[in-house]
């Protein structure tokens, strides 16, 4: 067998059988024909002729020539005419029933005055009447249909063909055309289908192929009927329509990213309930009781509700001998014992640190906190917070600044740098900043620094502890390069699907 004929055979078992019935139907001396007969011969709708038709286009099995024809139609005044009778024709109309003068006609009600003038000119252009002393007659003529009525009355619904219309009909279709609204003329494309060269050649093949199962269904499997079956083959590189599994939130694989990162670095996840007393969300933390964070401005309180403090006695001792002590001020047990929504994480590894009390720790949690603030385009009322801490006895802010820059590194952020600021529980206190490439500026990202001796040692902590935490939102801006955190929680499926499992 030929290479020809080998490509020929494997061409014809990869058609689907759509293609199959409409290269059967074309006519085999390459005569062309609309999509409409097409559709008739070969039994299919003509919405899968059509798609049948671009396929084989695309392969170069079939011609595809277009062929116009001018149609002519009846606009608002034609259908008027068609229905009641051109102008002159109601004129005679009148003239017969008695009505003479123009001002008789016009009271009849069988013209408007705007179509007396046209009425009388066409009535005696076709010898219909005449003028005697001021007054219009009907002349035996007047019976006798115009071009013009015969021509309209040929017109129907669908329009008329005007390709091959006679040097008379012509004529009348160009006086038609002197009166607004009367015809419409459109010009009609249409293709005609014919079987191209390579096409033949596919023919013969596709008359002797038998007929093929092209699904592989249950029935056939339980039967056991597949191994008698013989299968046609399929086109592996056809267009295939697309498919929406559904998957994760890329904001949660964001937050997994970063618990791999963290348990890669030596930590351990801890987590902590959502509602917090304000002693460990605020005051173990050294945070002062008239401190404006502490204002339902900027949090969330669970209204009239208050909680024993989950501390021993020693630890709330402490806690107030340090406040009164630092901010000069009297502790409030009942302002401690009031309920908030959280508004970091860090009371979570606090707690944590306050009741293990290791020598040596790595720990770090994820979760939503709460801040009671007007949403922005990088501020939200509630978001995912990463917060991590480390103890060891000579753990230093270089310590620190060195597990920043592995963490960030490990999320693909390589421009890191540190600045001083002020944070009420840390000393010294540094916020991080990243290079956005596509702001093209610096962002700030997490907060840290060192719990002060304030915060360690009424909870019995002995060694220095390294804090640092910040919202998820925020480095999910930065590896989606988005402008505003709100898009995260937009819901766009266009955005969702878009975004990749692997960010490179």
Known sequence: MSNESRNNNSNAATLHPIEKSLLKALPSDGTSITVDRLAERASLSIDQTRRGIEWLKFKNLVSVSETSTSTISLGPLGHKAARSGLPERRLVKAIKEGNSTMAEVLAS??????????????????HWIQLTEGKMVATPLADVQSPEEIFLSRITDIGLDSTNLSVE?????????????????????YPQISISEIGKMILPMIERE?????????????????????????DVEAPAPAVYPGRRHPLVDIIEEV?????????????GPVVQSGFWNFDALFTPQDHPA????????????????????EQKR??????KKG?????????????????????????????????????????????????????????????????APLASLRDLMGLQKEFYAKMGIKKVKFWPTFFPYTEPSLQSMVYNEKLEKWVELFGMGIFRPEVTEPLGIKNRVLAWGGGLERIAMFRFRLHDVRELYGNRLAWLRSVPRCQL
């Open 109 to 126: 009600g069988m013209l408007d005055n705007d179509e007396i003038n046209a009425a009388i000119s066409g009535a005696r252009r076709n």
């Open 169 to 189: 009909n012509k004529k009348v279709i160009e006086n038609l055309k002197k009166r607004p609204e009367y015809l419409v003329m459109k010009e009609v494309k």
């Open 210 to 234: 038998k007929s093929k199962e092209r699904k592989l269904t249950s029935e056939l499997i339980t039967s056991g009927k597949w191994k008698e079956v013989e299968f046609s083959a399929l």
């Open 259 to 271: 618990k791999e990162i963290f348990v890669g670095l030596g930590f351990s996840e801890i987590d």
């Open 294 to 313: 502490r204002e339902m401005q900027d949090t969330f309180y669970i209204s009239g509700q208050r909680q024993q403090i989950p501390a021993t006695s």
């Open 318 to 323: 402490k806690v107030a001998e340090v406040h």
């Open 327 to 391: 901010w000069s001020t009297k502790w409030n047990i009942k302002e401690a014992e009031s309920m908030v929504l959280r508004t970091h994480t860090t009371p979570v590894t606090l707690r944590h640190l306050a009741m293990i009390k290791p020598e040596v720790g790595r720990y770090f949690s994820v979760g939503r906190v709460f801040r009671n603030e007007k949403v922005s385009y990088k501020h939200l009322v509630e978001f995912h917070q990463v917060e991590g801490v480390a103890t």
